[in-house]
T-cell receptor
Framework: AQSVTQLGSHVSVSEGALVLLRCNYS??????LFWYVQYPNQGLQLLLK??????LVKGINGFEAEFKKSETSFHLTKPSAHMSDAAEYFC????????????FGSGTRLSIRP | DSGVTQTPKHLITATGQRVTLRCSPR?????VYWYQQSLDQGLQFLIQ???????AKGNILERFSAQQFPDLHSELNLSSLELGDSALYFC???????????FGPGTRLTVL
């Protein structure tokens, strides 16, 4: 069985500060990991994904995440927060199969202080 | 624009009624997923169809059903609606491979 835990339902940072959103996963098979972002009144949009290969993954809008198997983590970071980054962020896990569903975390709401 | 379309965008109805939500996946995607997002339950996976067949089931109520048609569009039917069914319903689609899902804009259902 697979599961995802996002630490912190709400994170607030100042504009220009480092953004760190935490995600830990549980999977009995090699996982595929995703970060999605949801802006207000919109659907989810893929930020980045890890499947195989390089463990540091770069995504859109300056975000990146590092897959750490030993820590079962896939934390999302951005060096300098922008006001437009305010949104809900979801970490998700799945495995390679056309029959697999994606398991989403409970989400972290990111607020940016001016 | 993800390429996934959902209609209608908003739906307001009364308790006890039945509604149908429609989703058209991205061109070429065979899998369609339905999710419910509410304030108290978060993002909940409901059901997945792959090329017309049900593939995975999540927290879908017996009052809810779905199907995927030969042209790959999908419909989610919600019946005997209750106030607690008020939520955003998302459809997503994916192709074969890495299961990256592309989400539609959602249908906001309000049950009065």
């Amino acid at each position: 069985a697979q599961s995802v835990t996002q630490l912190g339902s709400h994170v607030s940072v100042s504009e220009g500060a480092l953004v760190l959103l935490r995600c830990n996963y549980s999977s009995s098979v090699p996982p595929y990991l995703f970060w999605y972002v949801q802006y207000p009144n919109q659907g989810l949009q893929l930020l980045l994904k890890y499947t195989t290969g390089a463990t540091l993954v770069k995504g859109i809008n300056g975000f990146e995440a590092e897959f750490k198997k030993s820590e079962t983590s896939f934390h999302l970071t951005k060096p300098s927060a922008h006001m437009s980054d305010a949104a809900e962020y979801f970490c998700a896990v799945t495995r390679y199969s056309s029959a697999s569903k994606i398991i989403f975390g409970s989400g972290t709401r990111l607020s940016i202080r001016p | 624009d993800s390429g996934v379309t959902q209609t209608p965008k908003h739906l307001i109805t009364a308790t006890g009624q039945r509604v149908t939500l429609r989703c058209s996946p991205r061109s070429g995607d065979l899998s369609v997923y339905w999710y419910q997002q509410s304030l108290d339950q978060g993002l909940q996976f409901l059901i997945q169809y792959y090329n017309g067949e049900e593939r995975a089931k999540g927290n879908i109520l017996e009052r809810f059903s779905a199907q995927q048609f030969p042209d790959l569009h999908s419909e989610l039917n919600l019946s005997s609606l209750e106030l607690g069914d008020s939520a955003l319903y998302f459809c997503a689609s994916s192709g074969q491979g890495f299961n990256e899902q592309f989400f539609g804009p959602g249908t906001r259902l309000t049950v009065l």
